[in-house]
């Protein structure tokens, strides 16, 4: 896996530390799934403001941003296209596991362990979004 861009450390650093925790640790399972997926490289950057990763290869899945906002200060939330229903899926695999807002925001507590499985399955589910939709 690639050292993180600067610019998403420098956003990241300013969050509490808990946050930073569950980012990093998600960022390691974005970057795995990437690879046992074979879904190629991903680009990892800041869109709005939020460190996210999209596959490079057209047509492959959709964005996955995270975010920490001192409004949810116990929050680390993470993104999907609000034209999909990977929020929706989410829900239906965790229910109520996350505060889910079912069209694409899902929050994980960075005062509990972060929930690997979940994570795991939002980055599978969105980076393969487009190619497992022709598949359907």
Known sequence: MNMTPTDILARVETWPTPAQTHF????TLVHEVATSEDIGPLD?????????????RARTGSTLRVDWSPSTPNRL???VDCKTDLAAQMDLRFPGQFHNDGR????????????????WQLAQL???YHRAKRGR
């Open 24 to 27: 990093l640790r998600t960022r």
């Open 77 to 79: 939330l993470a993104f």
């Open 44 to 56: 990892e950057s800041l869109k709005w403001g939020q460190p996210a990763w999209r596959p490079t």
């Open 126 to 128: 969105t980076l393969t």
């Open 104 to 119: 694409r925001a899902l929050g994980f507590d960075t005062e509990t362990p972060l929930d690997e499985d979940a994570v």
